[in-house]
C-alpha cells in the first residue's frame, strides 16, 4: 500500500520532545495541498499561509468539491445538505475541521509513521501503520463523524468560531484496527482514568510549545468496540485534510475526541487537560443558562455523547414540484451513542407530522436513513421540516435548545423549502 508522505521520520523510538518532533517536521504541509514543490518554504514566516492557499484556492482545488470554506487559517469546510444524500459518504464530500496547521506529509509511509502508547499501561508500545496491520485484526465500519460545534450558525447571541450551519457531519465508511485491542495489548493499570491523543499538526502560532489540539475520552468510552485507528476511508488513504495518514474516530461524541494524523495515545490518571479540554472549549454549562449569561469555567461540563439529529438530502431547498404529484424526501438521522427510533416529517410548519420510514443502521454508530412520500395540495410555497427521536424518547427541537457560551450542540430541526408550481 503506497501512502503520500513527509520528508522526515516521525519516529519515537527515542522519545523525542514535542519541540524536537515539530522541528523535525519542519514546515506546513502546503506542498502536498498544492500537489508541487515549494523551494524557499524554509523561509515563510512561522503561521503564515502561502497566498495561493489563503486567498485564490477554493474547495475543488484541495479535492472537496462543492463544499464550502469557512475558514482558510485553519482550513474548515462544511458540506451543503444536498451533498451528503450518498448512504456513505463519499471521502470528497467528508467536512473538514482542523484547529491547526497541517503537517507536512511528504515522504510519508506506512513504514515510518509511528504511533506511540503509554502512560499509565503494563508496557509502552510503538507501532508503523504496517505494524498496526500486522498485529491486530483489520475491521471496516461505517461510522458517524461531527464536530461538537455543527448548527453553531443559529444561536442568538452567536458564538465565535466556525459558522457552521448542518454540514458539520458525515458516515463514511472506515478502515483501521480497533482502538481497544491496541490499549488491552498495552495492558491498562488500575487507576486510568482517561486517554490523551496527541498528533503532528502545528499551533497556529508557529510555536511548537503549542499544540492546537490535544483530547481525550475516559477509558470506558475507550474501551468501546467502535472506536477504530483508521487509515482508509471507503477503501482508500483517507484525505490529507481529514487526517491522513492515520486518525482516530470515536463515534457519537464530537469529532474533536477523533485526533487527526494521530502519533501518540498516553492513558492518564487523570481527566486530560490538554489544548481544547479545559475552559469552555467543548464544554457546556452543567445548568440551563440564559442566552448571553456569563458562565464560570468551573460550572463548565466536558461533552460526551452528541444529541439526535437528522438531516434532509432530497430534494435539495428551493426545488420546484408539481402540486398533487407526489415527490420523494429523503435523509439520515443519527444519535450519539444511541440509536434513533423515529423520523417524522412536516409540510405545514409543523401543525403535522408524518412518520417516515426508518432503516436500522448497518452497524452501531452508523448513521439511519428514512424516506417519505409527500404531496404538495396546491401552488406555493413550501418547507418540509424533519424530526427524529433517539431510543431514550429525546427528539429535536425545532428551535436552538439550551444556549451555551460556545455554541455546542444545536440539534434543530433540519428545514427546506419547497415551491410547487
Known amino acids: 500500500m503506497s501512502i503520500d508522505k513527509p520528508p522526515f521520520d516521525v519516529s519515537f523510538t527515542e522519545n523525542p520532545s514535542r519541540r524536537t518532533l515539530l522541528k523535525r517536521a519542519g514546515k506546513v504541509g502546503f506542498a502536498t495541498l498544492l500537489s508541487t514543490p515549494i523551494p524557499f518554504l524554509a523561509n515563510l514566516a512561522p503561521g503564515l499561509l502561502p497566498v495561493a492557499l489563503a486567498q485564490g484556492t477554493s ?21 451543503p445538505p444536498h451533498l451528503l444524500d450518498d448512504r456513505v459518504t463519499p471521502a470528497n464530500r467528508l467536512f473538514v475541521r482542523n484547529n491547526g496547521l497541517l503537517p507536512d506529509l511528504s515522504g510519508v ?16 508500545l510503538d507501532f508503523s501503520i504496517a505494524e498496526l496491520k500486522t498485529n491486530f485484526e483489520t475491521v471496516t465500519l461505517q461510522l458517524q463523524l461531527e464536530c461538537g460545534g455543527n448548527g453553531r450558525k443559529f444561536y442568538q447571541p452567536g458564538a465565535t468560531g466556525n459558522q457552521w450551519t448542518f454540514g458539520a457531519i458525515g458516515c463514511p465508511a472506515w478502515t483501521g484496527v480497533r482502538l481497544r485491542d491496541v490499549l488491552e495489548a498495552a495492558g491498562i493499570k488500575p487507576g486510568a482514568v482517561y486517554t490523551a491523543h496527541f498528533g503532528a499538526d502545528t499551533h497556529l502560532s508557529g510555536d511548537p510549545e503549542k499544540m492546537p489540539l490535544s483530547r481525550g475520552v475516559p477509558v470506558e468510552k475507550a474501551l468501546e468496540s467502535h472506536n477504530l485507528i ?25 469529532g ?85 427510533a423515529a423520523v417524522d416529517v412536516s409540510m405545514d410548519f409543523g401543525a403535522s407530522w408524518k412518520l417516515a420510514e426508518l432503516s436500522a443502521p448497518v452497524n452501531k454508530f452508523a448513521w439511519q436513513h428514512w424516506q417519505a ?37 444545536n440539534n434543530m430541526q433540519h428545514r427546506i423549502a419547497v415551491f410547487a408550481v
Request: net charge neutral; with cysteine; glycine share 10%.
Open 109 to 124: 509511509t506506512e513504514d515510518n509513521w509511528r504511533l506511540v502508547v503509554d502512560g499509565k499501561v503494563e508496557r509502552s
Open 373 to 409: 412520500e409527500m404531496t404538495l395540495p396546491e401552488a406555493g410555497y413550501f418547507e418540509i421540516w424533519a424530526r427524529a427521536r433517539d431510543t431514550d424518547g429525546q427528539m429535536q427541537p425545532p428551535l436552538p435548545p439550551g444556549w451555551n457560551p460556545k455554541g455546542y450542540l
Open 256 to 340: 474533536s475526541c477523533s485526533q487527526k494524523w494521530l502519533t501518540r495515545i498516553t492513558v492518564r490518571d487523570q481527566i486530560h487537560d490538554g489544548a481544547k479540554m479545559t475552559g469552555k472549549s467543548y464544554r457546556v454549562p452543567a445548568y440551563p443558562v440564559a442566552p448571553g449569561t456569563s458562565v464560570p469555567d468551573e460550572d463548565m461540563e466536558i461533552i460526551h455523547s452528541l444529541p439526535v439529529k437528522s438531516l434532509i438530502t432530497l430534494p435539495r431547498t428551493g426545488t420546484k414540484v408539481r402540486p398533487g404529484v407526489s415527490f420523494e424526501v429523503r435523509g439520515h438521522a443519527w444519535a450519539g451513542d444511541l440509536d434513533v
Open 59 to 79: 474547495p475543488k482545488d484541495m479535492g472537496k468539491d462543492g463544499l464550502t470554506l469557512l475558514n482558510d487559517r485553519p482550513i474548515n469546510m462544511e458540506t
Open 230 to 254: 483508521a487509515w482508509a476511508v471507503n477503501g482508500a488513504p483517507m484525505p490529507v485534510l481529514n487526517g491522513h495518514p492515520l486518525r482516530l474516530v470515536v463515534p457519537g461524541w464530537p
